[in-house]
């Protein structure tokens, strides 16, 4: 069976599943008509990082990648490689396979990347559709795009996602990106068919992107909120009550 949860698809053989996730990002790098001037080592690491917090959220654990670079190999596809490789080396994640292609045809003035994550997870660990009511959501990390991604002290890691997959306290967890927290709420509300009663500790702009998933809501019961605002050492907001 294939189905298809928020912006995953998740395939299920017997007892196990298999998460895809997928990003893009473009007009980011150092070439000519970037729009944003940065390493090609910040792209490869910010693009994976966002493919695998998707998986990794659900509880899943990556087992392939697949890059697909808008950009010739040397010296841009390389850079962008290293950075890819060294966020997975950090992070753990050693037995991830990486495929991929880049753009040798034509010269490209503008930088740009896919990437495709397939992990794996037993079906009994999927972090899905287990949201029950009197569940506290709160948000941890804060939304930054563009260029204050860059000197950002409260945005979430890879570390702290893979903290995230690791919690059995988080029930739900999900990643926030371009389409801003009221978007994801709104997400949250249809896929668990539960109203959220927000309560927002402090103002926040929920229409704003968050970027490369620098914040993500989580879910969990109210005797842990103690534990969710303790396990990392970013930011966490109460957001409010599922109803």
């Known amino acids: 069976m294939v189905e298809r949860y928020r912006d995953l698809v998740i395939i299920y053989e017997k007892d196990v599943a298999f998460v895809i996730s997928c990003d893009s990002l473009g007009a980011i790098g150092s070439k000519e008509n ?53 966020e997975l080396e950090e992070n753990g994640l050693l037995d991830v396979v990486l495929t991929g292609s880049t753009e040798e045809n034509f010269p490209t003035s503008m930088t740009g990347i896919g990437i495709t994550v397939i992990a794996r997870v037993r ?79 402090a103002p926040l702009d929920l229409t704003k992107s968050a970027g490369p998933a620098t914040c993500c809501l989580v879910v969990y019961e109210e005797e842990n909120e103690e534990l969710i605002r303790s396990f990392i050492d970013k930011p966490v907001m109460y957001v409010g009550r599922t109803a």
């Open 123 to 201: 079906i009994e660990d999927l972090k899905i559709k287990k949201v029950k009511k009197g569940m506290h959501v709160s948000l941890l990390g804060y939304p930054r795009v563009g260029s204050e991604v860059l000197r950002a002290k409260d945005i979430l890691t890879l570390k702290d996602y893979i903290k995230i997959s690791q919690s059995k306290e988080i029930v739900e967890a999900i990643p926030v990106g371009s389409k801003g927290i009221g978007y994801e709420l709104s997400i949250l509300q249809e896929v668990s068919g539960l109203k959220i009663d927000t309560d927002f500790s």
């Open 34 to 86: 970037d729009m944003l001037k940065v390493d090609e080592e910040i792209v490869g690491r910010t693009t994976v990082k966002v493919a695998l917090s998707e998986v990794l959220c659900v509880g899943a654990k990556p087992v392939v990648i697949s890059d697909t670079l808008s950009v010739e190999m040397n010296p841009t596809g390389e850079k962008i490689l290293k950075g890819i490789k060294k």
